[in-house]
């Protein structure tokens, strides 16, 4: 069974930064492509960052470009996502999310193993 923990959310002021962690149990991220999304209420979940287990190619979304960067532990099958410059419309609930496919995907439908998030508040 593919388990996915996220941790590291929390209060920050604008301006800020938070590295999220997920670890991963039940599969090798070697071959999992793993990516970011976040939900903030009243809106869909909305893609982040993906990082392709073939190449370590990396993909992001317009929103977070240039302020969020993703990473990978495959030593300790953990996954990274830090987040710089925060704003307040960056708060949300951040997930973690993999797929067994190669290929990269913004879709929350490509992906079939979710963690159960965590909370990121930014302060004006």
């Known amino acids: 069974q593919v388990q996915l923990v996220e941790s590291g959310g929390g209060l920050v002021q604008a301006g800020g930064s938070l590295r999220l962690s997920c670890a991963v149990s039940?599969?090798?991220?070697?071959?999992?492509?793993m990516g970011w999304f976040r939900q903030a209420p009243g809106k869909e979940r909305e893609f982040l960052a993906v990082?392709?287990?073939?190449?370590?190619?990396?993909d992001y979304g317009d929103s977070v470009k240039g302020r969020f960067t993703i990473s990978r532990d495959t030593a300790n099958n953990m996954v990274y996502l830090q987040m710089n410059s925060l704003k307040p419309e960056d708060t949300a609930v951040y997930y973690c999310?993999?797929?067994?496919?190669?290929?990269?995907?913004?879709?929350?439908?490509?992906?079939?193993?979710w963690g159960q998030g965590t909370q990121v508040t930014v302060s004006s």
């Open positions: 990082y392709m287990w073939t190449g370590g190619g990396q």
């Open positions: 999310a993999g797929r067994r496919l190669a290929a990269p995907s913004r879709d929350t439908q490509g992906y079939g193993y």
């Open positions: 039940g599969r090798t991220i070697i071959t999992t492509t």
